[in-house]
């Protein structure tokens, strides 16, 4: 099964629901001013209870220090870049860092490949929301097959688009969030089952998060 992010996970119930369906990874989301967002102390409880899953925390423009800091406490595996951060910020980090970039209208295309990070998320744009909008970006708009790094598509990703956006992306891995919620931060059981039953039949592509 391609590899797939759980992205906004605020509780143990849909962490452990996320991992038995086959999820990748786990994604926390320290930015304070998410619906999604989760304090340092619950995470490290939900990574505590799962020691064999991936967690991936999620910063925006947020100081390198305090990153740090969440990294070692929470002991995540991975970490996403959500904000503004310069190349050689994302290269400041000892663990595997994932590029976003959403799909600004007029984006300047050479951006994709100015990042040396292990992926770059491609996300949609809302200027009053930091990812988790719940829209898919138009599919077509990126000449995919030119960027170097391994993409990970994200932005409204649900059990109705998810194989046709494999399909026209090829992407390496997934993260889903909003498409699998009752509400921000709330995950649904049925949801999540209908989406992990469409991706079963789907190939890994070599990444895995790590």
Known sequence: MIATKICGITNDLDAKLAIS???SALGFIFYKKSSRYIDIKEAKMITRNNSNSKFIGVFVDEDSEYIKKVIEEVE???IQLHGNES???CQSFDIPVIKAIPLKPNLNKSIFNSYNVSA???DSYDKNLIGGTGKTFDWSSVKFDQIKLPIILAGGLND???LSGIKTVNPSALDISSGVEVRPGKKSKTKMENIFSKLISTKN???NFD
């Open 21 to 23: 369906l086959g999820a």
């Open 76 to 78: 995540l595996h991975g």
């Open 87 to 89: 190349n050689s910020f």
């Open 120 to 122: 770059l998320l491609l």
């Open 160 to 162: 109705k688009n998810i």
């Open 205 to 207: 592509k070599g990444y």
